[in-house]
């Protein structure tokens, strides 16, 4: 990989001009036009959340010459940014509106947002009641917290936090392809060991939807050695969940949609990582070769196999 820097003159002088990098799990060329990401409902994959929306209504109100968070796409100003573990890495060009701030705030506001909407939906005896009331313009401003979103929408970052600073594009332009060592998110693999990985399968069971199959649930089931089931319905007649939990056998291929490795940290009150930062990756989240279902969750965590410091030396890329 050709190294990159940018110093802080760079910072102070954003312009279309300028070096930024973009991860994907979508595999582009040099010359690609990069679009945001949209959910199987033709959306922005943010688009169904509420503090997102919340976030959206804001914008439109106070800072209405900004770019959106629900139609653009995010890059960084330093190839090994926080958000490093999102894909593959890609120098590019950006086109349109541009913002540059700092994307902890956006946590920030959503562990306020979880606070106030948990004090909401308290007040409600009807769970779905209080869903419909979130869907309400003045209540996902209200529950908004407004000082944090005002600094998100100013630009707010710090010179000493390159790793953190996140610029918001409407569109950008790759210019150049980075290989990098490692597994990304998007590499398809093969188990090389029985044994070694040990992940939880959640299938979910959703109301009014039609059942997991038997075959289905099989051949999940196939995938481990001696595996433990669980089935878990949810209050509120809302549905439930089948576990299926073990280490997995020698020879399963699955894809990599998900890789979070020690490094990426929230600074702040929500840092004691502890033991995490001695583990190479402390979760990631597969598919298995035979469904592109992303709904299902099969992940690792590192407090599965506390013994395996980097649980990668039991992958194989195909």
Not at 112 to 127: L, Q
Not at 149 to 169: F, P
Not at 214 to 223: P, Q, V
Request: proline residues 3%.
């Amino acid at each position: 990989m050709r190294a990159k820097f940018v110093n802080e003159s760079v910072l102070n002088e954003l312009s279309h001009n300028s070096t930024l990098y973009h991860r994907s799990m979508k595999k582009m060329e040099v010359g690609e036009i990069i679009k945001p990401k949209m959910n199987d409902k033709g959306s922005h994959w943010l688009a169904d959340q509420p503090v997102e929306k919340a976030m959206e209504l804001f914008r439109k109100k106070n800072f209405p010459d900004k770019p959106s968070r629900l139609s653009g796409i995010y890059c960084s100003v330093i190839p090994r940014s926080r958000f490093k573990d999102k894909g593959y890495l890609y120098v590019v060009k950006p086109i349109g509106k541009m913002l540059m701030t700092n994307s902890r705030l956006i946590d920030e506001i959503g562990d306020k947002w979880i606070k106030e909407m948990s004090d909401f939906t308290d007040k409600y005896v009807d769970w779905k009641k209080a869903m419909d009331a979130l869907n309400n313009e003045i209540t996902l401003l209200h529950l908004l917290d407004y000082f944090t979103a005002s600094r998100y929408w100013r630009g707010t970052y710090h010179n000493n936090d390159m790793e953190g600073i996140e610029v918001l594009c409407e569109s950008a332009e790759v210019t150049e392809v980075i290989n990098e060592e490692g597994f990304q998110n998007g590499d398809n693999i093969i188990i090389t060991e029985d044994d070694k990985v040990r992940t939880e399968t959640t299938i979910y069971i959703e109301e009014n939807k039609p059942k997991p199959t038997k075959n289905f649930i099989n051949k999940i089931k196939k995938l481990y050695n001696n595996p433990v089931i669980k089935e878990t319905n949810y209050d509120n007649n809302t549905g439930g969940n089948i576990r299926i939990t073990g280490f997995l056998k020698k020879d399963v291929k699955l894809k990599i949609i998900y890789l979070q490795d020690s490094m990426r940290k929230r600074k702040g009150k929500y840092d004691d990582y502890d033991v995490r930062e001695n583990y190479k990756y402390i979760r990631i989240r597969f598919l298995p070769e035979f469904t592109n279902d992303e709904k299902l969750s099969m992940d690792y965590f590192y407090s599965y196999t506390n013994k395996i410091h980097d649980v990668s030396k039991y992958f194989k890329k195909l």
